[in-house]
């Protein structure tokens, strides 16, 4: 079995050394987490689910010409990715009001929205993620104009992907949240979408029933999660034909 040296652990991912310099495999884990991990659960097969979703969404996102870090999918359970340098913001496009949104500005869930709306929130789970503005993240130096600009585009981008993908299906992509990252070509630096997309970093809706397909099935204790990603996955055609626990590789220190 591959000894691979492990790099990052999150709440739902693990990140391990690549086999070339410049890349990480990206191990995706069936830890389920909510509230800023306060809530937390062991659910079979998620992992496996996000692993196949955001595979899908980030290949299509390559494939219209969106940069993203992902590279190709080893396994049920892996893949491979670029390294980058992931900028310090979690980047939300909301289409409908909900969630914090609703709570926050005593807007009522399902409320379209005028327009599609960008929020900035500064990754640092201790302060459990706050919401910032673009002054904060220049003043702080999180990035430039230059990247917000960049970021503001590509994240608009990824939103008409993805609301089209979805509507193809009947679902309603209501809001969902991506990281950036800069990697360099030379001297040149460009920002490419990192991390993962699938339904723990968006909210889906059914169209006709309102039925939710995403992580607020968790939060809310609304149902089986398993089952809401799977519809999600079946939906989209890229249903797992064997969802199972892959063996974790061996660690070095």
Same mark, same amino acid.
């Given at each position: 079995?591959?000894?691979?040296?492990?790099?990052?652990?999150?709440?739902?991912?693990?990140?391990?050394?690549?086999?070339?310099?410049?890349?990480?495999?990206?191990?995706?884990?069936?830890?389920?987490?909510?509230? *800023?991990?306060?809530?937390?659960?062991?659910?079979?097969?998620?992992? =496996?689910? *996000? +692993?196949?979703?955001?595979?899908?969404?980030?290949?299509?996102? +390559?494939?219209?010409?969106?940069?993203?870090?992902?590279?190709?999918?080893?396994?049920?359970?892996?893949?491979?990715?670029?390294?980058?340098?992931?900028?310090?913001? &979690?980047?939300?496009?909301?289409?409908?009001?909900?969630?914090?949104?609703?709570?926050?500005?005593?807007?009522?869930?399902? /409320?379209?929205?005028?327009?599609?709306?960008? &929020?900035?929130?500064?990754?640092?789970?201790?302060?459990?993620?706050?919401?910032?503005?673009?002054?904060?993240?220049?003043?702080?130096?999180?990035?430039?104009?230059?990247?917000?600009?960049?970021?503001?585009?590509?994240?608009?981008?990824? +939103?008409?992907?993805?609301?089209?993908?979805?509507?193809?299906?009947?679902?309603?992509?209501?809001?969902?949240?991506?990281?950036?990252?800069?990697?360099?070509?030379?001297?040149?630096?460009?920002?490419?979408?990192?991390?993962?997309?699938?339904?723990?970093?968006?909210?889906?809706?059914?169209?006709?029933?309102?039925?939710?397909?995403?992580?607020?099935?968790?939060?809310?204790?609304?149902?089986?999660?398993?089952?809401?990603? /799977?519809?999600?996955?079946?939906?989209?055609?890229?249903?797992?034909?064997? =969802?199972?626990?892959? /063996?974790?590789?061996?660690?070095? +220190?």
């Amino acid at each position: 079995m591959a000894r691979r040296k492990k790099i990052y652990e999150g709440k739902a991912k693990i990140l391990y050394e690549g086999p070339e310099p410049g890349t990480l495999v990206q191990y995706f884990k069936d830890d389920a987490t909510a509230f *800023n991990a306060e809530k937390h659960d062991v659910i079979e097969g998620k992992g =496996v689910l *996000n +692993n196949r979703l955001s595979e899908f969404f980030m290949t299509g996102l +390559n494939t219209i010409g969106v940069p993203t870090h992902f590279i190709k999918r080893i396994n049920m359970r892996e893949q491979l990715i670029r390294s980058v340098e992931i900028i310090p913001l &979690e980047v939300v496009v909301r289409n409908v009001a909900a969630g914090s949104m609703s709570k926050r500005l005593g807007i009522e869930e399902g /409320t379209q929205l005028p327009r599609p709306i960008i &929020e900035f929130y500064y990754k640092d789970d201790a302060l459990g993620d706050p919401l910032v503005t673009e002054e904060h993240v220049i003043a702080f130096g999180w990035a430039s104009q230059q990247d917000l600009d960049d970021i503001v585009a590509l994240a608009l981008r990824v +939103n008409d992907f993805l609301s089209g993908v979805m509507l193809a299906v009947g679902i309603k992509l209501i809001d969902f949240k991506i990281e950036i990252g800069r990697i360099w070509e030379g001297d040149f630096m460009r920002l490419i979408v990192a991390d993962e997309i699938s339904p723990d970093s968006c909210r889906l809706w059914d169209i006709k029933t309102g039925q939710k397909l995403d992580k607020d099935v968790f939060r809310r204790d609304l149902g089986n999660l398993t089952d809401a990603y /799977t519809e999600v996955a079946r939906r989209l055609g890229v249903l797992p034909s064997n =969802v199972t626990h892959a /063996t974790k590789p061996t660690l070095i +220190n």
